[in-house]
């Protein structure tokens, strides 16, 4: 059960096959299925999956380059206005999402947006998200076309128990 947390890697080169209706509703079922403070749940998803959109949320910066090729772009977004802990649940939210399509034997990727104004200003005119939403990142989704290993990246140095340097 847990070998697909070791298998979820960034993937950044895709296919070209379509994630299908019932992938992707899975994939935002399992995004909304992440902690909350208060239960609040301050996201919301843009789904993108028409070409040129993905190819203009692609230009938006250097590394965002594989939103062009995956099939479906999510873009995940917070209301700070519901909650001071916007970004840490929409982070889990988008977590989630990313280990749900390494289930499912998809590939995905995190493309940061936050806290970069000047990219977040690109992305919400392109996909008409209002002022109040901020956009936390964009998760590029699709069948692989790359293969990594499973891994983990467990550094016990890194590790205290009871205290911090015991």
């Known amino acids: 059960m847990i070998s697909f947390i070791f298998r979820r890697r960034s993937i950044r080169k895709y296919t070209g096959e379509p994630v299908s209706d019932e992938s992707i509703d899975l994939l935002l079922k399992a995004a909304m299925a992440a902690p909350s403070a208060n239960d609040v749940r301050p996201w919301a998803f843009v789904v993108v999956r028409e070409a040129e959109r993905r190819r203009a949320l692609a230009a938006i910066k250097q590394w965002a380059f594989m939103c062009a ?44 947006i936050y806290p970069r104004t000047e990219y977040e200003k690109k992305v919400r005119a392109l996909l008409n998200i209002p002022p109040l939403w901020r ?13 990594k290993p499973p891994r983990t990246r467990y550094e016990a140095n890194k590790v205290y128990y009871e205290t911090f340097g015991e």
Do not use: K, Q, T
């Open 135 to 147: 956009v936390l990142c964009l998760l590029a989704i699709g069948h692989p076309a790359e293969h």
């Open 69 to 112: 090729e995956a099939p479906v772009v999510f873009a995940v977004l917070g209301n700070p206005n519901l909650s001071d802990h916007w970004i840490e649940d929409c982070s889990a939210a988008a977590e989630n999402l990313l280990l749900a399509a390494a289930g499912l034997g998809l590939g995905g990727v995190w493309v940061a």
